[in-house]
């Protein structure tokens, strides 16, 4: 199979050349990790017409411009249709492995958690699962408007026995008599946009 053409044919320089990639990577890898350990001031984008939409747009959004403009209902991404606030961010994992750590001092056993991230879900869900102590047990809920959300890396942070449900509402039409509904469908994974729950539960 032929080498790409950017990759030197000489085999010391290989060896300099992948050395150099892992290192790259590595220090990519070290960047973005400190950056989710320390404060940082971030913006917070307000859309003008919907307060409960506000979501912080930086590199480490899952959600692109068309995404976060579309959940809106603008046509294209423009910061003039949004009031823009400096927000400083601290680690997830760190404030909320203190706070677990005193509800469980209190006797807590069982709790509900409720996010709206827009766009950081997966971070989020990772720093609780991460965080949350052995005694604890939490029924997360959280909106996704991103399709194929794969949330393997976060169940692989918890010694939780962990189902995932999405919620599932059925409207029946104006004129019917039927009453709407809500179900929990038990999905293997976040495939689609809509709102889930997480259950994360030690025995």
């Known amino acids: 199979m032929p080498k790409p053409h950017n990759t030197p044919n000489n085999p010391l320089l290989q060896f300099a050349y992948t ?7 590595k220090q990519k890898w070290a960047n973005s990790l400190y950056k989710r350990l320390t404060k940082r001031t971030l913006q917070l984008y307000v ?14 959004n899952e959600y692109d411009d068309a995404l976060l ?3 809106d209902r603008y046509s294209a991404f423009d910061p003039k249709n949004y009031d823009i606030f400096d927000v400083q961010v601290e680690p997830a994992t760190e404030k909320l492995g203190q ?14 958690i409720k996010i709206d991230v827009e766009g950081y879900e997966k971070q989020v869900l990772t720093a609780i699962a991460t965080a949350l102590p052995a005694g604890l047990s939490t029924y997360i809920v959280f909106e996704n408007w991103k399709d194929g959300l794969d949330l393997s ?9 962990a189902r995932l449900y999405l919620l599932d509402e059925h409207k029946p039409g104006f004129f019917s008599r039927l009453r709407s509904r809500t179900t929990l469908l038990p999905v293997d994974t976040a495939s689609a946009a809509g709102t889930y729950i997480l259950h994360l539960q030690h025995a």
Not at 19 to 25: D, I, P
Not at 99 to 112: E, I, K, P, Q, Y
Request: hydrophobic share 30%; glycine share 10%.
């Open 19 to 25: 050395k150099t990639r892992r290192e790259h990577r």
């Open 47 to 60: 859309p003008a017409h919907n307060w409960g939409g506000a979501f912080i747009k930086s590199a480490d």
């Open 99 to 112: 706070l677990f750590n005193d509800l469980h001092t209190r006797g807590a056993r069982n709790g509900t």
């Open 69 to 71: 403009a579309g959940k």
């Open 153 to 161: 890396d976060v169940l692989a942070r918890t010694t939780a026995q």
